[in-house]
């Protein structure tokens, strides 16, 4: 089924309203609720390790979920590791996180917790163990969700000595750490393992090979900690899906791939509005956040949490308009959720989140927004079974590298570069002219696309150059920008002229580059006849000066000492091609690239709309499901290309159609 919930906490309402919050949800077509992700001290209100303690207390959380599912309501069990009770943490001041300035935090916000910790995996064993053995056969129960939001590097005593087994693992000798991260460097050879820092920031800039190290060995280290919780979840709660609730794109602590590799699906936490003017949103960055998260396992996902209200710590941004909670609820499904679970149902009247609001305030009286989520769950019960099965396919990726991302934080390389705006300039490209897009690992299958762009591939082995090259001389089309090939997978500079591993195939050698002032800017003169642009396209940021080899010239530069060297080059590889874009260059860039490429590669988007109005698309068999998403406050006319079936309302529609502010249309072809 189609599941469509919200995030509940019982724990902090009188159990007494419980009941009516049950009824509430059921009226709004909820058939699941996330529960229990911050109660470890209310379900553990003790050390249960000491005798005469008192023991785990799932009394409450039975008698929750059986009032939820008296409703219908089904449940998924967030295992509460993300915030550990106070007697836990105060009895043992050795589990609290260091951060990067090398003092430790205290207690009082969450993740406060080093994820290396024995004592912490012992503690986490027992209390997940607990509650899987006693949930395993609840009938209300389908599922999990590991701890909350991973992140937050640990740089303690406990997490240097586990960084110094697992480099000795990595490199089997302090010779061969030492080559690779060349510490003859400023005098940093080491001699034993116990020598090797954690690259706190009070020591200055560290070695850069050291600092990738060190993200990959936090990354691992939470990915083996949430290995321990699936493991119990396997062998106690088999029947179970287990999840975590990812982050959006613009998170780059971890490597969600490696995170994502042995859950079942991916969930991910969804906020599109923020403190900019609420009749503006960006619907490029969900629908990037939808697509990234679906890339992950390359598979459908769930919103675990989707935005319900206006959100904020201290302060509070402007509240959802009309419209907009369903609006981002029907693009999420559009981009491939399977389930959609707003956060929260009720807003707190304690602690830090008082100002994130739920689908009901404060005094919980139902109002605007739970009208609007109500609107939607009816319909949804109309329409789930039309959704459920059906799939996003696309035939562009992009390919999206956490080595890369992680060797951008330490050197970023341009005061003004930052890896995301560069990927999403070249997603919104792609949004604006309504091509669906995976986005996948580097070492992913390339086979189903015909046009994958590889943004900035800073660090770059020679496996995916062998998967890149695989797919070039079978036809495909790639794309790649500036900073590519630059470092070896230590970190270290490659000594061969850029884009190093990717020269050959992109039949062009970087002959000198120019690090570009803050906002300067350059245009680029194309000059072949195919490619025309309709606004002027800017070199920005970094600009490569190309020297081809084998490769044609397709643009460029116009100003400064390298005025008419190649700003943008076409090589021809095997059954392929490898454009090579020598600058970070602007949207209109791509724009302007992507009309020319799409049009040579016989990609289609669905069909034209009104600027701010959004077209996907989800696939059974032969069969679509079309959502158009009016995402600006105004009504805009769409031309629909055929005639078709709205599915909210099973009437015929064609032609010219209105869609209202912030309104949705939901179609199949008509028969």
């Given at each position: 089924m189609f599941y469509f919930g919200a995030d509940y906490y019982p724990e902090q309402w009188p159990e007494e309203r419980w009941p009516e919050d049950a009824r509430l949800m059921a009226e709004a077509g909820f058939n699941v609720a996330r529960l229990a992700e911050f109660a470890w001290s209310k379900l553990e209100p003790a050390d249960t390790l000491k005798p005469g303690d008192n023991q785990f207390d799932f009394t409450w959380l039975d008698r929750a979920l059986d009032v939820l599912h008296a409703r219908g309501i089904y449940a998924i069990l967030g295992t509460p590791t993300?915030?550990?009770?106070?007697?836990?943490?105060?009895?043992?001041?050795?589990?609290?996180?260091?951060?990067?300035?090398?003092?430790?935090?205290?207690?009082?916000?969450?993740?406060?917790?080093?994820?290396?910790?024995?004592?912490?995996?012992?503690?986490?064993?027992?209390?997940?163990?607990?509650?899987?053995?006693?949930?395993a056969s609840h009938p209300a129960l389908i599922g999990w969700q590991i701890d909350n939001e991973f992140g937050d590097r640990c740089y303690c005593p406990v997490c240097q000595s586990k960084?110094?087994?697992?480099?000795?693992?990595?490199?089997?000798?302090?010779?061969?750490?030492?080559?690779?991260?060349?510490?003859?460097?400023?005098?940093?050879?080491?001699?034993?393992?116990?020598?090797?820092?954690?690259?706190?920031?009070?020591?200055?800039?560290?070695?850069?090979?050291?600092?990738?190290?060190?993200?990959?060995?936090?990354?691992?280290?939470y990915v083996a900690y949430q290995q321990i919780q699936v493991d119990i979840l396997r062998t106690k709660c088999p029947g179970h899906i287990i999840t975590h609730n990812f982050m959006s794109f613009g998170y780059e602590g971890l490597n969600y791939y490696d995170l994502a590799r042995t859950l079942d699906l991916v969930s991910w936490d969804n906020y599109p509005i923020g403190f900019w003017l609420p009749d503006q949103p960006d619907a490029c960055g969900p629908a990037l956040g939808h697509d990234t998260v679906r890339g992950l396992k390359q598979k459908n996902f769930w919103v675990m949490e989707q935005q319900a209200g206006p959100s904020g710590w201290e302060t509070i941004s402007p509240s959802p308009r009309p419209g907009q909670l369903r609006l981002w609820a029907y693009q999420a499904i559009a981009h491939g959720a399977d389930a959609v679970v707003f956060f929260r149902w009720r807003t707190a009247r304690h602690g830090t989140e008082q100002y994130w609001h739920g689908i009901l305030d404060h005094d919980a009286r139902p109002g605007r927004r739970y009208a609007e989520i109500k609107r939607m769950g009816a319909e949804i019960k109309r329409m789930g079974v039309l959704i459920e099965g059906t799939e996003v396919r696309a035939k562009v990726a992009?390919?999206?590298?956490?080595?890369?991302?992680?060797?951008?934080?330490?050197?970023?390389?341009?005061?003004?570069?930052?890896?995301?705006?560069?990927?999403?300039?070249?997603?919104?490209?792609?949004?604006?002219?309504?091509?669906?897009v995976d986005v996948i690992a580097p070492t992913a299958d390339l086979s189903p696309y015909k046009l994958v762009f590889a943004p900035a591939m800073y660090v770059l082995t020679a496996e995916i150059v062998e998967n890149l090259e695989r797919f070039i001389r079978a036809g495909g089309t790639l794309v790649v920008t500036?900073?590519?090939?630059?470092?070896?997978?230590?970190?270290?500079?490659?000594?061969?002229?850029?884009?190093?591993?990717?020269?050959?195939?992109?039949?062009?050698?970087?002959?000198?580059?120019?690090?570009?002032?803050?906002?300067?800017a350059q245009e680029i003169e194309f000059i072949i006849p195919e490619l025309s642009a309709v606004w002027p396209p800017q070199a920005r940021t970094w600009c490569d000066i190309l020297t081809p080899q084998s490769a044609e010239v397709v643009a460029l530069y116009t100003r400064d000492y390298y005025a008419g060297r190649p700003a943008i080059t076409r090589n021809f590889y095997g059954q392929g091609q490898a454009i090579y874009v020598g600058t970070f260059g602007d949207t209109p860039l791509y724009l302007t690239l992507l009309g020319w490429l799409l049009l040579d590669l016989g990609i289609q988007g669905t069909f034209s709309t009104p600027e701010g109005v959004e077209v996907a698309e989800r696939w059974h068999g032969d069969q679509r499901i079309l959502f158009v998403l009016n995402h600006t406050a105004h009504p805009q006319v769409v031309t629909l290309p055929r005639q078709y079936t709205n599915l909210l309302d099973e009437q015929l529609i064609s032609g010219y159609v209105t869609v209202a502010p912030h309104d949705v249309l939901i179609m199949k072809e008509a028969e």
């Open positions: 993300a915030s550990p009770p106070p007697w836990l943490m105060l009895k043992n001041p050795d589990l609290f996180r260091v951060r990067d300035d090398g003092r430790q935090v205290t207690f009082g916000n969450r993740r406060e917790y080093c994820p290396n910790h024995p004592l912490y995996h012992q503690r986490s064993r027992q209390i997940v163990t607990a509650m899987a053995e006693h949930y960084f110094q087994e697992w480099l000795k693992e990595r490199y089997g000798s302090l010779n061969e750490l030492n080559a690779r991260w060349g510490t003859n460097f400023w005098s940093h050879v080491y001699t034993q393992w116990s020598e090797i820092p954690v690259p706190v920031t009070t020591g200055g800039s560290p070695n850069p090979g050291l600092a990738l190290d060190f993200a990959r060995f936090i990354s691992d280290s992009i390919l999206h590298s956490y080595d890369s991302r992680f060797g951008f934080q330490i050197q970023p390389n341009s005061p003004d570069f930052r890896y995301y705006t560069h990927f999403k300039a070249i997603y919104r490209a792609l949004f604006q002219h309504q091509i669906p500036p900073r590519t090939g630059v470092k070896d997978d230590a970190n270290a500079v490659v000594n061969m002229p850029l884009p190093g591993l990717l020269a050959d195939l992109c039949g062009v050698t970087v002959d000198d580059y120019d690090a570009m002032p803050v906002n300067a």
